[in-house]
C-alpha cells in the first residue's frame, strides 16, 4: 500500500525567511496531493493541493511542487509569518484507494519573531 | 465554502458508556464521509469511510461493534463511541468530500475524554 514519509519533523525558521517541508510516496499511482494546516486544538484545514498531472501549483505565500518521476512533492512557504506556526501534514490519494487519504507524519513548524 | 462542523467540540464521559459525535457539512452536499482519531503529537489514522445510504467501510484493526458510524444523510455523519474506556480517550476528527471530488474538508474536531 500506500506509504508517505514527511521531513523534517519540526522546523524552525525566522520571521520573513522561507519553509520548505517535504514528502514522499510510495505509490506511483496516486494521483493528489493536499497539504493541511493543523493549529493547536482544531482540525486540520486544506492550504493548497496539487494533482499528479500539473507540476507546481502557487497560491499567493504558498507553493506546492511535484517530482512524479522522484515521487516527491513539496511545500513551499516564503515571507513566513508567526500566524504560519503550526503542524503541516502532506497526503496522497492512491488511486485505486477510493478517495482515501494516506498522510504524513506531520512537521511542527515554528516560526520566529 | 466548504464548511464542516462537529458537534460537541468537548465531551468526558464515565466509563462504560456511549457517546455520540456528529459531523455535518453545512454547505455542500457530503456523499462520502471519514472518520480519524488523532493522538497527541501524531498523525491522522483513518477509522472508517461512509458513504450515505450505505454501511461504513472500516479500517483493519477498527472495532465496527465498538465505533458505530451512520451517514443518514447528504450532510449529517455520527460516530458512537460505545461502551467507552479511557483508552477511547483520544480526538475525533471527521472529514468530508462532495461526489467526484478530490478534496476532502475536515471538522474542527472532537475531543473525548473518558474517566
Not at chain 1, 514519509?5 to 525558521?13: A, D, G, I, R, Y
Not at chain 1, 484545514?45 to 511542487?65: C, H, W
Not at chain 1, 516527491?72 to 503550526?86: G, R, W
Request: net charge neutral; proline share 5%.
Amino acid at each position: 500500500g500506500e506509504n508517505v514519509e514527511q521531513h523534517p519533523s519540526t522546523l524552525s525558521v525566522q520571521e520573513g525567511d522561507s519553509a520548505v517541508i517535504k514528502c514522499t510516496y510510495s505509490d506511483s499511482a496516486s494521483n493528489y496531493f493536499p497539504w493541511y494546516k493543523q493549529e493547536l486544538g482544531k482540525g486540520p484545514q486544506l492550504i493548497i493541493d496539487i494533482r499528479s498531472n500539473v507540476g507546481e501549483k502557487k497560491d499567493q505565500r504558498i507553493a506546492v511542487t511535484l517530482n512524479k518521476t522522484a515521487k516527491h512533492f513539496s511545500l513551499h512557504i516564503t515571507e513566513t509569518q508567526p500566524e504560519d506556526s503550526a503542524v503541516y501534514f502532506c497526503a496522497a490519494r492512491p488511486r485505486l484507494y477510493g478517495q482515501n487519504f494516506v498522510f504524513g507524519p506531520g512537521t511542527r513548524l515554528s516560526v520566529l519573531p | 465554502g466548504a464548511v464542516v462542523s462537529q458537534h460537541p467540540s468537548r465531551v468526558i464521559c464515565k466509563s462504560g458508556t456511549s457517546v455520540k459525535i456528529e459531523c455535518r457539512s453545512l454547505d455542500f452536499q457530503a456523499t462520502t464521509m471519514f472518520w480519524y482519531r488523532q493522538f497527541p503529537k501524531q498523525s491522522l489514522m483513518l477509522m472508517a469511510t461512509s458513504n450515505e445510504g450505505s454501511k461504513a467501510t472500516y479500517e483493519q484493526g477498527v472495532e465496527k461493534d465498538k465505533f458505530l458510524i451512520n451517514h443518514a444523510s447528504l450532510t449529517l455523519s455520527t460516530l458512537t463511541v460505545t461502551s467507552a474506556h479511557p483508552e477511547d480517550s483520544s480526538f475525533y476528527i471527521c472529514s468530508a468530500s462532495s461526489g467526484g471530488s478530490y478534496e476532502q474538508y475536515f471538522g474542527p474536531g472532537t475531543r473525548l475524554t473518558v474517566t
